[in-house]
């Protein structure tokens, strides 16, 4: 069996890449850039290939002798679509680590095309969103009759350069949640609430998070919001970002915001060891009975490269079932348990 990280230059992707042949795994390092993967594969002693996901040909010659991609090039609202597409041609199982909910809706939509190709796609395969959609799958089955969920997230550590530039593209949008199965703009009620972390109360604001999307596939209830916890003294310079989003979004802003971005360099191995990830989940019924949850983890990015190995293999050794899923519906919701550094508790 043989897998490719696709991608595998990018900050994401170069510790896929070299978490993989930590445990022995030889997956090929792929991308657009000959130079940047020549000069990693020689480090890691691994193969690469060279192709632009542009050039549908070029990739389906590279796909047909791998059996999955571990797909980490975004922005996957540009990528995705086009490397599926080439999946689907030559029947390679795909992951990737979007977090993006349109992404998920549209990957998602094409499930039965994959089951026709004998494909697993499993977007979303790393911080986005495996423990925010394993916890709220776990809620999900405790309170079987519940109608609405709230997901919370805090991270620290800082961004990815990737990340970062999704951040900018996403500077001036409005917050989306699930409204009666629906996803829409975020009712006034549940912008902001006050969450109940296990390392300490935050206030938070809500966000356009992957679980929007995925959390309903995985559950079945249809009034999702996700929020993200604001850093001490924040709350005045997000509403400053909001009363500025329009302006962000104007080409004349976009486009240093995104050379900025792209500069950043992620955070080192030493800020993401001292750094956590935590994900609060709270399912509630119509009769006002809830249940509560949280899940700890390391370092968001430490904690994908992970993940994205471990379903990397599960999906070359053909352990997944064709067909579009979200990580708790294709693996579990205890998946999240067999990563590294991860802690479940009930609340």
């Known amino acids: 069996m043989t897998w490719m990280v696709y991608g595998a230059y990018g900050y994401t992707g170069r510790l896929v890449a070299a978490l993989a042949a930590e445990r022995g795994e030889q997956p090929v390092l792929a991308g657009r850039d000959e130079e940047r993967l020549a000069r990693l594969g020689e480090l890691l002693e691994l193969e690469h290939v060279c192709f632009d996901l542009s050039d549908q040909a070029a990739a389906r010659r590279a796909l047909e002798s791998v059996d999955a991609v571990a797909h980490c090039a975004g922005p996957f609202s540009a990528t995705a679509r086009p490397m599926v597409d080439a999946c689907l041609a030559t029947g390679t199982h795909y992951l990737d680590i979007t977090g993006e909910i ?156 995104r050379l900025l971005a792209g500069r950043m360099r992620g955070p080192t191995a030493q800020t993401r060891s001292k750094s956590l990830g935590e994900v609060w989940g709270e399912a509630m019924a119509p009769d006002g009975t809830r249940t509560c949850g949280s899940v700890t983890t390391g370092n968001g990015y430490d904690l994908t490269s992970d993940s994205v190995v471990r379903i990397a293999t599960l999906l070359a050794a053909g352990k997944v079932e064709p067909g579009a899923s979200t990580p708790s519906s294709a693996l579990g919701a205890d998946f999240v348990r067999q990563l590294d550094g991860v802690a479940v508790q009930r609340l």
Not at 135 to 146: D, R, S, T, V
């Open 102 to 257: 349109d992404v998920f809706e549209d990957l998602l939509a094409r499930d039965e095309e994959a089951k026709a190709a004998g494909v697993a796609l499993l977007p979303g395969s790393g911080f986005d969103v495996v423990p925010s959609d394993c916890l709220a799958a776990m809620l999900a089955h405790e309170l079987p009759g519940a109608t609405s969920l709230a997901l919370a997230i805090r991270m620290s550590g800082g961004p990815s350069p990737g990340t970062a530039k999704t951040m900018v593209e996403s500077i001036g949008l409005a917050s989306r949640a699930r409204v009666g199965g629906v996803i829409g703009r975020v009712p006034p009620q549940r912008r902001r609430r006050r969450v109940p972390f296990i390392t300490g109360a935050s206030p938070a604001i809500a966000i356009a998070w992957g679980d929007v999307s995925t959390a309903y596939h995985s559950t079945g209830i249809g009034d999702i919001t996700v929020y993200a916890a604001l850093p001490r003294g924040a709350a005045p310079l997000a509403g400053l970002l909001g009363l500025a989003g329009p302006v962000a979004r104007t080409r004349t802003m976009q486009g240093p915001l």
